[in-house]
């Protein structure tokens, strides 16, 4: 897996353990609903640390607790 999709996979894991769905995510974290289906549709390729942030702060979670899960321990490496 790699880092795009294990932020996909987390962002969908969380939007279920906080009984939300996306467009109640982007009003919480003050970002358009695109922005975060381009996250989760693979569109962004590189999700930025901002946008991470922001989802973060918007379901009351340290950045620490987003990537805090066993998805983030074996990607895929990047070096080509």
Known sequence: MNAADAVARRIEMLCEE????VNALAN??????S??????????RNPGVVSIQ???DGLEISVREFFDDPLFESLDEVIE
């Open 28 to 33: 919480l974290c003050g970002m358009p609903p």
């Open 35 to 44: 922005t975060i289906y381009s996250m989760l549709n693979a569109k962004s």
């Open 54 to 56: 922001k989802i973060c």
């Open 18 to 21: 906080h009984h939300i769905v």
